[in-house]
């Protein structure tokens, strides 16, 4: 099971596209609101109790929801930085893409809630060979999808 977790109810755009990606390949997850800077606390709570095989923790700014997270499990966490009012985002991309040594965190772009959904199923299909078909399926999807852009331009 993947845990996504949102730093802020505004994030909500961002985990809709970690959902959507995560349905695609018929994968089970649930998704909370948890800021680890306001609600430390409950944070830290969820995780002793969860049983995510893999999280993806998205937020703005700071940005430290993955960091925190990584360092209070031994699963693996995936950071979405995500774009705020605040210097567009990067803030969050070093924020969550610095961590120190010992404590990792997959970053993927900001706002990439479809990559990080791709990047848990990915971890996941190390172990289990279902997700890993549709995993070949989805890229074979994407090369036929490339090779008709290819096909598009020809007369140009």
């Known amino acids: 099971m993947i845990t996504i977790i949102m730093g802020s109810s505004s994030d909500k755009g961002i985990a809709?596209?970690?959902?959507?990606q995560l349905k695609e390949f018929g994968l089970p997850y649930k998704v909370l609101v948890i800021s680890a800077h306001r609600a430390l606390d409950l944070l830290l709570e969820e995780v002793e109790r969860d049983e995510a095989d893999v999280y993806i923790a998205m937020?703005?700014?700071?940005?430290?929801?993955?960091?925190?997270?990584?360092?209070?499990?031994i699963k693996p966490v995936i950071g979405i930085p995500v774009k705020s009012s605040t210097l567009d985002g990067l803030d969050a991309l070093l924020s969550t893409v610095q961590m120190p040594s010992g404590v990792p965190v997959a970053t993927v772009a900001i706002d990439g809630g479809a990559n990080a959904a791709i990047l848990a199923a990915q971890i996941l299909a190390v172990?289990?060979?279902?997700?890993?078909?549709?995993?070949?399926?989805?890229?074979?999807?994407?090369?036929?999808?490339?090779?008709?852009?290819?096909?598009?331009?020809?007369?140009?």
Do not use: F, P, S
């Not at 060979?129 to 008709?148: F, R, S």
């Open 127 to 156: 172990h289990d060979k279902d997700i890993a078909a549709k995993l070949l399926a989805y890229k074979q999807q994407m090369k036929q999808n490339v090779i008709k852009m290819a096909d598009d331009i020809t007369d140009l």
């Open 16 to 20: 809709q596209k970690v959902v959507e």
């Open 59 to 73: 937020a703005g700014k700071a940005a430290h929801l993955a960091g925190v997270l990584a360092g209070a499990t």
